[in-house]
């Protein structure tokens, strides 16, 4: 009978562990459309930065293309920081999550083995 329990107990905190977990898989699937994302505004910011040089604008028009580019720039740094901040931090909180249920089923595991 005590063999069923440590063998229950144990199968218990394997499940666990095994959801509590951040995958590589699961923070690059969330990552990916944010890497998307940056990659079509660097594209854009090139296409301005390109228009600009290609162009003898006059300065309104230049001023105009320079704000586009420095928003497109803004927003693209911005979308990378909330990327890295992001994953990191959801991957951070899986951790601890499995380091609590491991933690509790080591001291049930022990109780167990007192008794």
Request: contains cysteine; positive net charge; charged residues 35%.
């Amino acid at each position: 009978m005590k063999q069923i329990t440590v063998w229950s107990l144990m199968l218990s905190v394997l499940l666990l562990l095994s959801y509590g977990c951040a995958t590589k898989d699961y923070v690059k699937q969330q990552v990916n459309p944010l890497v998307d994302r940056i990659s079509k505004l660097e594209e854009r910011v090139s296409a301005l930065e390109a228009k600009i040089g290609e162009k003898g604008a006059s300065s309104a028009e230049l001023e105009q293309v320079k704000k586009e580019a420095e928003e497109a720039r803004s927003m693209a740094e911005e979308a990378k920081k909330c990327c890295t901040e992001g994953a990191a931090a959801r991957a951070e909180a899986a951790a601890k999550r499995a380091e609590a249920a491991a933690a509790k089923a080591e001291k049930a595991f022990e109780l167990q083995q007192k008794k």
